[in-house]
């Protein structure tokens, strides 16, 4: 766990489900721009789906709470198999809204990072974002997470195509 002032980073549980699920939907309806899912889908989705979601044997999820209040959530996706298992992906970086710019986002991508090299056998994180989202990318970008691709046209928003910026950040450069 990393703590800075009362923000705490654990790990997230299916006791963890009703906030999880509200903070989703929030970030969902509030960015809609930043995310690829619609609200309007994931409104439909069961308390089962979500709960399934954070708890899938592979995944690690990751809440930062202050108290028992949830401010913001990441997940690190493994791969299995043993040609696969050294490329993970950073995935669902969500923070309430009235606390963006504050911190939480970089507090749970330095945990995620930690955690990925704590495993011992990732050797590379791969994200992807909506092209325009500066937020991410100046984030992503102040982690070391290097462009390697444009997938053009992946999210419809508005009557408009985005195109989808991945990145790669290598854990041990020197191996």
Known sequence: MEAAGQIVVRPLGASDVHQYRGLRLASLRDFQFCHGPAYEDAQQQSMEWHAERITKPGDHWFGAFDGDQLLGTIALRTQEGS?????ASLNSLIVDGSLQSRGVGRMLVAHLIDFARSLGFIRQITLAYTEGNTRA????????????GLEPDALFHEGRYYGKQHRQLILNPHE
């Open 83 to 87: 040609r696969l298992r050294h490329s």
């Open 137 to 148: 990318e100046r984030l992503y970008e102040a982690f070391g997470f290097a462009p390697f």
